[in-house]
């Protein structure tokens, strides 16, 4: 008996080396609110977690990949989604994949930007005053001491490019979020992790390396 839970361990480990392209990264963004746009408080904290399909396969049509820029894109319901969940103290709701999605993931040299928005139907997120969102951006995420690598020019899915950044990061200059195009936050630090449910069936908790950049 006294074997098992170290077998069990083992095991765990090597099936999450082997399934580890099906991980859906998490990126949370922590800020400081910058105005009292639907109903956010100046000055005070706000998170917003992105949680991306991590065995997302190429769409020809759209995605890119070169020495300038690396862009992961859908816009028609048929696609596979890129963007799976929204959530966080800056949100109400729970998430719903709208049917008229317009969504990307970008890298380029100005950092990482996130987008996920909707000309018709509805994500089911709403601001502090209840406004509905239909339009949610990160823009211009530089990691300090750790640029994100925009250079490829073969595709990766987003788990692949995301978990080399495992960690948090402290974001000293630029980066910022808008909901429904006005500016709600600026941006302090960003964690990329594992999306949680993923991580606590595999076991993975113990395994999160902590990396901040001062």
Known sequence: MKYLL????????????????AYDPAVTVTGTAVSNNWG?????????????????????????YNTYQNMWVT??????????????????GDYQRPQDPWEWITVNSNGLHIKSEVDDGSMNLFTPENDEIFQIVLTDIVLP????????????????????????YDVLD???????????????SV?????????????????FIRRRRT
């Not at 408080?41 to 065995?55: H, I, K, M």
């Open 40 to 64: 956010y408080t100046p000055g005070q904290e706000y998170d917003f977690t992105f949680v991306l399909n991590g065995s997302r396969s190429e769409e020809q049509n759209y995605d890119m």
């Open 75 to 92: 816009d028609l319901p048929e696609s596979e989604a890129i963007v799976e969940d929204i959530y966080g103290s800056g949100v109400s």
């Open 145 to 168: 001491e750790e640029s994100f690598d925009y250079t490829m020019t073969s595709y990766k899915t987003p788990w692949q490019y995301f978990s080399d950044y495992l960690g948090e």
């Open 6 to 21: 170290p077998l069990a361990a083992v095991v765990i480990a090597i099936s999450a080396c082997t399934v580890s392209a």
């Open 191 to 207: 964690t990329i992790t594992p999306e949680p449910a993923t991580m606590a069936i595999l076991g993975l908790g113990g395994l």
């Open 174 to 188: 630029g980066g910022g979020l808008t909901v429904n195009y006005s500016t709600v936050l600026d941006v302090d």
